[in-house]
């Protein structure tokens, strides 16, 4: 076998899970999680700082990063905040006091991946591994809106589409959508 067949042949066989790292995000990562919110989400709908730093500061694990291995860099992450609340409103996106750490449900707050690393599986392995590591948490449900080019993207990740949501954060219309864990 030549040398460029092999090297052909081992990137072919690299995973998502060989090609990144899956953790909670770290305090000194805020600047970065800002930044990349701002890039995934149009101003109307994205995190302001505040909120995001807030949310980090009150909620790392419940932030999942997706780290490049071979440049240390974000790549993507999912958040969100802990609550007994089975119907999403808007103050989760804004008030961390909704927040309770040992709430049996989550309220996913946002599914950011670069641009250069979409089409690839990261969301889906994020939404997965996050899913799992929830479920281990003894969580019942997760629960997010998203609007209507997205949800067969979500269903093909598990999540159920219940409809039409209550939230019209950045003046949208949304739909719910959970994942029984």
Same mark, same amino acid.
């Given at each position: ?51 995001? $730093?807030?949310?980090?500061?009150? !909620?790392?694990? &419940?932030?999942? *990063? #997706?780290? /490049? $291995?071979?440049?240390?860099?974000? !790549?993507?992450? &999912?958040?969100? *905040? #802990?609550? /007994? ?97």
């Amino acid at each position: 076998m030549t040398q460029q067949t092999q090297q052909h042949n081992t990137t072919k066989n690299i995973t998502i899970t060989d090609r990144f790292e899956f953790r909670d995000i770290h305090a000194e990562e805020a600047d970065r999680a800002v930044a990349i919110e701002q890039i995934c989400f149009p101003p109307h709908e994205a995190c302001s700082e505040k909120s995001m $730093k807030t949310r980090i500061a009150n !909620a790392p694990e &419940l932030f999942l *990063v #997706a780290i /490049d $291995k071979d440049t240390g860099e974000i !790549a993507g992450f &999912l958040n969100g *905040v #802990a609550t /007994d609340e089975e119907i999403f409103r808007d103050e989760f996106f804004t008030d961390i006091s909704q927040h309770k750490p040992n709430g049996k449900n989550v309220m996913l707050l946002g599914l950011d991946v670069l641009p250069q690393y979409r089409g690839q599986g990261l969301a889906r392995e994020i939404v997965s591994q996050y899913s799992k590591r929830e479920k281990a948490n003894q969580r019942k449900m997760l629960i997010l809106t998203c609007l209507p080019e997205k949800v067969a993207m979500y269903e093909k990740m598990g999540l159920k589409d219940k409809g039409i949501s209550g939230s019209s954060w950045g003046g949208e219309e949304w739909h719910e959508m959970t994942l029984t864990l």
